[in-house]
């Protein structure tokens, strides 16, 4: 069965970093992309940007462009994504969710969630 | 990058009622429109994508209609499993966006 499995809470000072990982199984890696996407307390989702894992390519939010990287493991099946020079304002639960760039089907299946926290 | 615009933001029902969930892009995603279902705690889930076509295991009361700009999400008969927070979302641009999310609460 399909399933992302997602690194641990972290908790972060502002102006630091933060590596998430995404852990896929049970399908083939290559063929679909991830999307990331956080959710701030008690708010809506946003959409942080998307990495195919067959090639690297990226997209990201205008929002984030510039402290946000993707990349792509493909020999652990693992995508992670970092962001830099943190706010408090990137306090959010952080998922990833497999994605196609022009698929019929977006973010079918969803990581457990990551909670991010900025705090000085 | 298109904005998404859901009404109401709050429904208050009973279980048995149906429900009508509306939403609005600010430019055309022809049919690129998704709806989720979140509880709190949870990561969303997928009940309908291309705007009417119902996810694999999603019961036969939700549905979901429209094109271009205005879509709808229907629950034809609310049970109590439910009771939760909607988004649409467009991916018509590879700059997906959601709407500001509608809240199932009970009456």
């Known amino acids: 069965q399909v399933q992302l499995v997602q690194s641990g809470a972290e908790v972060k000072k502002p102006g630091a970093s933060v590596k998430v990982s995404c852990k896929a199984s049970g399908y083939a890696f290559t063929s679909y992309g991830i999307s990331w996407l956080r959710q701030a307390p008690g708010q809506g989702l946003e959409w942080v940007g998307w990495?195919?894992?067959?090639?690297?390519?990226?997209y990201y939010a205008q929002k984030v462009q510039g402290r946000v990287t993707m990349t792509t493991d493909t020999s652990t099946s693992t995508v992670y994504m970092e962001l830099r020079s943190l706010r408090s304002e990137d306090t959010a639960v952080y998922y990833c969710a497999r994605d196609i760039i022009a698929g019929r089907i977006p973010f079918d299946y969803w990581g457990q969630g990551t909670l991010v926290t900025v705090s000085s | 990058d298109i904005q998404m615009t859901q009404s109401p933001s709050t429904l208050s029902v009973s279980v048995g009622d149906r429900v009508t969930i509306t939403c609005r892009a600010s430019?055309?995603?022809?049919?690129?429109l998704a709806w989720y279902q979140q509880k709190p705690g949870k990561a969303p889930k997928l009940l309908v994508y291309?705007?009417?076509s119902l996810e694999s295991g999603v019961p036969s009361r939700f549905s979901g209609s429209g094109s271009g700009t205005e879509f709808t999400l229907t629950i034809s008969s609310l049970q109590p499993d439910d009771f939760a927070t909607y988004y649409c979302?467009?991916?018509?641009?590879?700059?997906?966006?959601f709407g500001q999310g509608t809240k199932v609460e009970i009456k």
């Open positions: 990495i195919s894992a067959y090639n690297g390519n990226t």
């Open positions: 979302q467009q991916y018509n641009s590879y700059s997906r966006t």
């Open positions: 430019q055309s995603v022809s049919s690129w």
């Open positions: 291309m705007a009417s």
